[in-house]
């Protein structure tokens, strides 16, 4: 099992930036697909980013695409997004998440490993 912890979210007006880390540790997971996913309040999970730790291939939700960047680095064993441009809908608890997923996956459920989730607010 991969152990991740996220830290980097906060309240930010519209039209700012932040950025998420999450740092991951555990079993090898150098070929898993990691991923980020948010969840607003009564509202279903839903998948943001997500990149190929072996490759640092990345695919985006049309919803932030373009404003959202995911990356890694392999050294710290850390996946980041920076976020930009916020709008008041990003707001959400945004969780990290890996698992033995096919590169391209977005269903939470093909992802085994979840952080404790942080917080974003975009006031408008």
């Known amino acids: 099992q991969v152990q991740l912890v996220e830290s980097g979210g906060g309240l930010v007006q519209a039209g700012g930036s932040l950025s998420l880390s999450c740092a991951a540790s555990g079993r090898t997971f150098s070929s898993y697909t990691m991923g980020w996913f948010r969840q607003a309040p009564g509202k279903e999970r839903e998948f943001v980013a997500g990149?190929?730790?072996?490759?640092?291939?990345?695919y985006y939700a049309d919803s932030v695409k373009g404003r959202f960047t995911i990356s890694r680095d392999n050294a710290k064993n850390t996946m980041y997004l920076q976020m930009n441009s916020l709008k008041s809908e990003d707001t959400a608890v945004y969780y990290c998440a890996a698992g033995a997923a096919m590169y391209g996956s977005r269903r939470p459920s093909n992802f085994q490993s979840w952080g404790q989730g942080t917080q974003v607010t975009v006031s408008s």
């Open positions: 990149i190929s730790w072996s490759t640092g291939s990345t």
